[in-house]
């Protein structure tokens, strides 16, 4: 039976918003309308109406131009309350993680992965496995051709550094999930907290993310590579928090140096100039078309951030072409961005509102 998803959006208004209203919800970005920040209302229209025609199926989207958010939207039964998977896009955090254990000199990018982890080594490790680095699994370079099914293994950890290693490392891009666990267990051993603990004080807490969720290993590691779970708005203040170069109200909690690193094109993956999955890996991000960079995951979880037109756009949906999804994103939204602010719009706001109440996935 066709299951149908009624779409929730709320487009929060300055002037429908109190300051007591937006006092009490201190830990929330700031809501703008799309006009005051330089974006259309007719453009953001189109977009929701395109996406919800060709994307299958969106679960929920959120529009933050210069920190406020001029647009969000919920499919139920999803909602802005609600927890969502991220699948990979949980990779993002992870390398984050990684970015602040640096900081703190717990750790280097140049650090060899095999000296965190002497009791779990194959007896006589492969000279490539020898110099494979934690940048190496930063960058998807592991040097492996094909992944290990750690879903399978006993030990996660003694799987990993099992498997054959036939290139160098750093000479061999391969999307690599289990690569991304053993950067959490590498967290995990030089902080003694998983990274889930880890980001809770340094990252979850400042952002406002309450009670986030990260599936475990058998051995007790945030799996790092996915399994993370939260808001839409949690994950759109993550990407703004990259926007601001690391730093959040004023208080850096992220090097700007890492964040430059994790989102700059560490490797090349491609060459196809109309595929977003061809523009360069960095830190566990992607690198996009437009100059812009993604955290994503499977069936179209997106964080993306757009330095150029200072905005971020966060996405859940369940589809199996994520590629059409981003191609509404520059279809639609990419030429909504003015450079300055545009005159109030109220009929089209209305517009924009009675569009999304009648809004239905058919599929």
């Known amino acids: ?10 487009i929060a208004v300055a002037a429908f918003v109190g300051p007591a209203a937006i006092l009490a919800q201190s830990d929330n970005l700031p809501r703008s309308t799309p006009e005051a920040q330089g974006v259309s209302s ?3 229209r189109e977009f929701v109406e395109t996406a919800n025609q060709e994307v299958n199926t969106m679960h929920s ?10 647009a969000e939207a919920w499919w139920e039964p999803e909602s802005a309350e609600k927890q969502h998977v991220l699948w990979s896009l949980s990779k993002s955090f992870t390398s984050t993680a990684v970015g602040l254990a640096v900081a703190e000199g717990k750790l ?18 492969s000279a490539n496995l ?29 799987a990993f550094l099992a498997h054959p290693v036939p290139h160098k ?6 999307y690599n999930t289990p690569a991304t666990y053993m950067l959490s267990a590498i967290v995990q051993k030089v902080t003694g907290q998983t990274v889930l603990e880890y980001l809770t004080p340094r990252l979850f807490e400042p952002l406002g993310i309450e009670d986030p969720k990260w599936d475990a290993s058998p051995q007790g590691v945030s799996i790092g590579g996915y399994g993370l ?18 730093k959040w109200n004023g208080k850096r909690l992220l090097p700007s140096d890492w964040v430059e690193q994790a989102t700059s094109k560490q490797v090349s993956n491609g060459s196809d100039p109309s595929r977003d999955w061809d523009q360069g890996y960095g830190f566990q991000f992607w690198r996009c078309r437009h100059g812009a960079y993604r955290g994503d995951g499977k069936d179209g979880q997106f964080c993306l ?18 590629q059409a999804e981003l191609n509404v994103v520059w279809d639609k939204l990419l030429p909504a961005f003015g450079d300055k602010p545009l005159a109030e719009n109220p009929d089209e706001q209305v517009k924009l509102k009675a569009t999304i109440a009648k809004l239905k996935a058919s599929r």
């Open 130 to 158: 020898k110099a494979m680095r934690i940048r190496d699994l930063l960058t998807m370079n592991t040097g492996h051709q094909d992944e290990v099914n750690l879903r399978e293994a006993d030990h996660w950890v003694k």
């Open 42 to 44: 007719a453009a953001i």
């Open 61 to 70: 989207f959120m529009l933050v131009r210069h920190g406020h958010v001029v």
């Open 229 to 246: 779970f939260l808001r839409t708005e949690d994950i759109a203040k993550f990407g703004q928090l990259y926007l601001q170069k690391g």
């Open 1 to 10: 039976m066709m299951q149908k998803f009624v779409l929730a959006i709320v």
């Open 169 to 174: 490392p750093g000479t061999h891009f391969r």
């Open 108 to 125: 280097s990018v140049d650090d060899q992965v095999l000296k965190f982890f002497p009791d779990d080594a194959p007896p006589e490790p």
């Open 305 to 322: 951030v757009l330095p150029e037109q200072d905005a971020v756009i966060a996405i859940t949906a369940n589809t199996r072409d994520m």
